[in-house]
């Protein structure tokens, strides 16, 4: 008797589902598209795309195309993708659309560690990159511990709170470190590192983030549903089987590992794990089962956008991190006060 | 003897070591099938008492036996499939459909990594017929009254397909007509066969609906048994200290406080 009444509205629910689902798979082919224009695309020989025949018989060309484009477009499309996830699963856990990947001393950690590394210790990459991450994972242990041993509030209010005061430290920290540093030489490579750009990526890099990265992001869409339980109070997720404490946890680490991993090679990108995740929520509503993939395809396809405009908007490099944030907060802006923007929700 | 679905034997808890317990030598058993109020003033432990019965807090001392097992013996999901919790009121971040809400109910049935099927969005949907508010299955939870939002927490534990239901003062958001809806819908979830274990502050919707009742005061149950012989006009003005009356009218009993 049921199964004639709920047809119906139940039918919608699936093919609703099914689109969904469907306008993915187009996000991610549009992704993939994009990725190899973007790889034809650039200031060589021209502002411009490499004709295709040039590849075969350009020796230069094809050792750009290999050697630097391929390896920076790819940590760019982990950038877009890395800090779109962790954004969103940040922005669940916590129940609150305000904070972003970094939030918790890791942003100011990493930018902390690197600014010591290229004052202290001469700044290689892989140095900056090392101490970056290291400083990254000792902000959020520090946030994790300092949390623990807030005597009042709930879990996610001491977090935020300790996340706070962490990244207060670091970020003095930095100012000390950029007082300390030798302008001419020292403190442009602090600032271009704070303002985040992917110009100097090698293979060697790249590879470097990759497993980290990769196990944190595909630990979190297989996760993807079970996220929505760790939204709701402790006692309620509790009631319905969940451990919060440790599920949130895991939650936590595997969405700041690729973050932590990202930031230690690309500097501070700033924006897209704020607004990467409302977009996706604002397109395929807050079922994280559908608004996670669709943030992480969005978020890749925003970063190389902006990366391509970075290499040839200009004869001379513009740092990532200023278009992500010059272009999400417009788009952000554009967002919020339209109403009509949805695809399907 | 008949096995009770829950009960507690001696309990002791307390939120903070070294302070006074806030529930002492607490004892109760729930018979299946029956609906039990617990009643009693605020800071009573009402509401400690339902969160021990989940497994979410753990007593000091004394065990809680479900279907005569204690608790901790039984894993999380399990219990998720057992028991399910009506929160008083719910704090949702993100504005979830009415459906993709309840869906979540479904979790403790669901392996960590697995999708909710369709078979989860059908019995989903039909608690939300069940609770009477299939209707607003595509509407945000946000968007709506908060009456009918207290309803989605029911058909939210509904689609646990629970054998215990543990309420938490489940009509301090309701009007009237919401209240009069809830109270079918629990009298129709016992017809099926559901226990149900509420707190409440008001003595009429213990009269109304429930079989049992357990009268509670600083952290012990005074009094425990049919719903018409505890919660007398005696028994209500000794624990809440106002005269209280209990009349009938029209066959039922209605409490009169003022």
């Known amino acids: 008797m049921s199964s004639v009444v709920t047809a119906a509205p139940l039918q919608k629910t699936f093919t609703r589902n099914h689109k969904r689902q469907r306008i993915l798979l187009w996000l991610g082919l549009a992704l993939v598209v994009l990725f190899f224009v973007s790889l034809l695309w650039g200031r060589y020989p021209s502002v411009g795309l490499i004709p295709w025949q040039q590849l075969n018989q350009d020796e230069l060309a094809r050792l750009l195309v290999v050697n630097l484009r391929l390896p920076r477009l790819l940590t760019a499309l982990f950038v877009g993708i890395s800090l779109s996830a962790s954004g969103t699963v940040f922005q669940t856990l916590f129940g609150n659309p305000l904070v972003e990947p970094g939030f918790l001393g890791v942003s100011q950690g990493a930018a902390c560690g690197a600014a010591l590394c290229i004052v202290f210790l001469g700044g290689s990459a892989a140095m900056i990159q090392g101490l970056a991450i290291v400083f990254a994972f000792s902000g959020l242990g520090a946030s994790y511990f300092l949390a623990r041993?807030?005597?009042?509030?709930?879990?996610?209010?001491?977090?935020?709170?300790?996340?706070?005061?962490?990244?207060?430290?670091?970020?003095?920290?930095?100012?000390?470190?950029?007082?300390?540093?030798?302008p001419l030489r020292q403190l442009p490579e602090i600032t271009f590192w704070l303002l985040g750009g992917l110009s100097s990526i090698t293979w060697t890099q790249f590879l470097s983030i990759l497993p980290a990265t990769v196990a944190g992001l595909v630990f979190l869409i297989l996760f993807r549903w079970r996220l929505n339980l760790l939204a709701l109070n402790e006692e309620t997720a509790f009631s319905m089987g969940a451990a919060p404490k440790r599920e949130r946890l895991l939650l936590l680490i595997a969405a700041v590992l690729p973050a932590a991993a990202i930031i230690s090679v690309s500097g501070m990108v700033g924006w897209v794990g704020l607004i990467m995740p409302h977009i996706g929520r604002r397109l395929f509503g807050s079922d994280t089962r559908y608004s996670l993939p669709a943030s992480m395809l969005l978020g890749g396809i925003f970063t190389i956008l902006c990366d391509d405009l970075a290499r040839t908007l200009l004869a001379g490099e513009i740092p990532l991190g200023i278009l992500t944030s010059l272009l999400g907060a417009t788009i952000f802006i554009i967002l919020m006060v339209s109403r009509g923007v949805k695809v399907e929700r | 003897m008949i096995t009770p679905l829950l009960s507690f034997h001696q309990v002791q808890f307390g939120y903070k070591p070294k302070t006074l317990p806030v529930l002492d030598g607490l004892d109760l058993s729930l018979k299946e099938g029956r609906i039990t109020a617990i009643l009693g003033p605020n800071g009573a432990g009402k509401t400690t008492l339902l969160y021990l019965a989940l497994g979410w807090l753990k007593p000091w001392a004394g065990v809680i036996n479900l279907a005569g097992k204690p608790i901790e013996e039984f894993s999380r999901r399990v219990l998720g499939q057992q028991?399910?919790?009506?929160?008083?009121?719910?704090?949702?971040?993100?504005?979830?459909?009415?459906?993709?809400?309840?869906?979540?109910?479904?979790?403790?049935?669901?392996?960590?990594?697995?999708?909710?099927?369709?078979?989860?969005?059908?019995?989903?949907?039909?608690?939300?017929?069940?609770?009477?508010?299939?209707?607003?299955?595509?509407?945000?939870?946000?968007?709506?009254?908060?009456?009918?939002?207290?309803?989605?927490?029911?058909?939210?534990?509904?689609?646990?397909?629970?054998?215990?239901?543990?309420?938490?003062?489940?009509?301090?958001?309701?009007?009237?007509?919401?209240?009069?809806?809830?109270?079918?819908?629990?009298?129709?979830?016992?017809?099926?066969?559901?226990?149900?274990?509420?707190?409440?502050?008001?003595?009429?919707?213990?009269?109304?609906?429930?079989?049992?009742?357990?009268?509670?005061?600083?952290?012990?149950?005074?009094?425990?048994?049919?719903?018409?012989?505890?919660?007398t006009g005696e028994n209500l003005s000794r624990i809440y200290r106002v005269p209280v009356k209990i009349i009938p009218v029209e066959g039922k009993n209605q409490v009169i406080w003022m």
């Not at chain 1, 001491?158 to 990244?167: E, H, M, N, P, Q």
């Not at chain 2, 949702?92 to 989860?120: K, N």
């Not at chain 2, 939210?156 to 009007?175: G, K, M, N, V």
Request: charged fraction near 20%.
């Open chain 1, 149 to 182: 041993r807030i005597r009042y509030g709930g879990w996610v209010l001491r977090l935020v709170l300790s996340g706070i005061a962490v990244s207060a430290l670091f970020s003095a920290g930095l100012g000390v470190l950029k007082y300390l540093a030798d």
């Open chain 2, 83 to 231: 028991m399910a919790l009506i929160p008083q009121s719910e704090h949702i971040p993100f504005e979830y459909t009415v459906l993709e809400f309840v869906l979540l109910g479904r979790a403790p049935y669901l392996p960590s990594l697995e999708m909710p099927s369709h078979a989860d969005e059908r019995i989903a949907y039909e608690a939300l017929e069940k609770v009477g508010i299939a209707h607003l299955f595509d509407h945000s939870v946000l968007g709506i009254s908060g009456g009918e939002r207290q309803l989605v927490l029911v058909a939210r534990a509904l689609a646990q397909t629970p054998r215990l239901l543990l309420l938490d003062e489940p009509t301090s958001h309701l009007d009237l007509g919401n209240k009069y809806r809830l109270v079918r819908i629990l009298q129709g979830l016992q017809e099926h066969g559901a226990t149900i274990l509420m707190t409440t502050h008001e003595p009429d919707l213990a009269l109304a609906v429930s079989d049992e009742a357990v009268l509670m005061e600083k952290g012990r149950v005074l009094i425990t048994g049919p719903t018409a012989e505890v919660a």
